[in-house]
C-alpha cells in the first residue's frame, strides 16, 4: 500500500515526502477533531466494570 500511494504522489521524493507527511496530518486532523468526537457516545472509556 506504501509503495503504491509514493508511486501515486506527484513531484520528486523530496516533495513526495513532504506531500506524504501533509496527507497522514490531515488524516489524524480528520480522526481526532470529526471521528473521534463522533464515536465518543458510543465508546464510554469512562465506566469501569472491574470491582475490588
Do not use: H, N, S
Not at 506531500?19 to 490531515?26: C, D, F, N, P, S
Amino acid at each position: 500500500m506504501y509503495a503504491w500511494l509514493w508511486r501515486k504522489l506527484p513531484g520528486r521524493p523530496r516533495t513526495r515526502a513532504l506531500t506524504a507527511l501533509v496527507l497522514a496530518g490531515l488524516a489524524v486532523a480528520v480522526l481526532w477533531y470529526v471521528v473521534f468526537p463522533l464515536l465518543e457516545p458510543v465508546v464510554t472509556l469512562d465506566e469501569v466494570t472491574v470491582e475490588k
